[in-house]
């Protein structure tokens, strides 16, 4: 195994500075598009794509990104591959890592994650496990740091509904940055305490920040600058749908929560998005919106991720 990779399966798995640097060279990378301009860091190099869990956005970000940067993406689904054959995933982890240069990953169980990098002799990225979302994270940042003319940390960050892995990912950046963070989460679902109490340990160190879980998304959602949700069923949990339906009436994201936020709040969802379930209609195309503007910049954040996990790895296993 290459001991001097590094993986990015959490946002920690990056300093504050090193997260906070992807925000300017997703800009630059996004004006470079934008200008037509071509931006082949990558040259020569291939992502070997695992998804085990379905996939839009992480999927063609991610293809996207590595033919802009000047590289190739290689896709494998568990249909037309040995992973749907019960190949272990560590075995796939050395094969990859003999062909390429970087992996991603978009499973279910973050342990699954954790074994294909611990196999890996080459960089791992994580497109999103159960229990963490690294890359929509620092998307949903960077599309503050652009309406917010570059300044995140002084905003207050509000989270209504599942303290899913969205939740989970929001906690680790408010202790690397220091962000005041407040989840409105129904009883029994609130997010891991373990990053909870490991977030607020940094914040305690960094001495700015909070963090507070409450059940009350009026609560969470008063003098908000950003407010962001997600869907209550995630891909997994279609069993659960209906008793979700029920747990979460009155954690839906409208124009009256929203009367409760800042004077010009920016409202995020990561998609897909249940319209009348955690979203309005209304709120998610109207103007207070950004949520189309985040999507797009799965991209450029995908671009700058792949710099920096893919620019200096090497395949082969020597």
């Known amino acids: 195994m290459n001991r001097s990779k590094r993986d990015f399966l959490r946002l ?14 997703a800009a630059e990378l996004k004006a470079a598009r934008n200008r037509g301009q071509p931006t082949h860091t990558l040259a020569g190099r291939v992502l070997g794509m695992v ?17 802009e940067l000047g590289g190739h993406a290689v896709y494998l689904a568990p249909q037309g591959s040995q992973i749907g054959r019960g190949e272990p995933i560590e075995d796939t982890a050395r094969v990859l890592g003999g062909y ?6 978009r499973t279910f ?16 990225i994580n497109g999103l496990t159960d229990a963490v979302h690294p890359c929509q994270v620092v998307a949903d940042l960077f ?22 892995n969205m939740a989970n990912s929001w906690i680790v950046a408010a202790g690397m940055l220091g962000l005041d963070l407040a989840l409105a989460c129904p009883a029994g679902f609130e997010p891991d305490p373990g990053i909870v109490e490991q977030a607020r340990g940094r914040q305690a160190a960094l001495g700015r920040g909070s963090i507070t879980v409450v059940d009350d998304p009026k609560a969470a959602a008063s003098g908000a600058d950003v407010i962001s949700t997600d869907v209550w069923a995630s891909m997994g949990q279609e069993d659960e749908a209906e008793a979700r ?4 009436a009155g954690y839906r994201v409208d124009d009256d929560l929203l009367g409760l936020a800042g004077p010009e709040p920016i409202v995020l969802h990561c998609l897909p998005a249940h319209r009348g379930e955690e979203i309005t209609h209304e709120v998610l195309e109207g103007p207070r ?8 910049n799965r991209l ?11 620019s200096v790895s090497r395949p082969g296993h020597g």
Not at 12 to 25: K, N, Y
Not at 148 to 161: F, K, L, Q, T
Not at 300 to 310: C, D, G, P, S, W
């Open 143 to 164: 599309t503050v740091y652009e309406l917010r003319s570059g300044d995140v940390s002084a905003a207050r960050y509000a989270w209504i509904g599942d303290g899913n």
């Open 300 to 310: 450029h954040v995908q671009k700058a991720i792949l710099e920096r996990f893919l």
């Open 12 to 25: 920690d798995d990056l300093t504050a500075a090193e997260l906070m640097a992807l925000l300017p060279r």
């Open 51 to 67: 998804f085990e869990k379905a996939s839009t956005r992480t999927r063609v970000s991610f293809e996207v990104g590595m033919v």
């Open 109 to 124: 169980g973050h342990q699954r994650a954790a074994d294909l990098a611990n196999a890996s002799p080459v960089p791992v």
């Open 289 to 296: 919106s950004a949520v189309w503007r985040q999507a797009e």
């Open 100 to 105: 390429c240069h970087g992996i991603l990953i």
């Open 245 to 248: 339906r029920r747990a979460f």
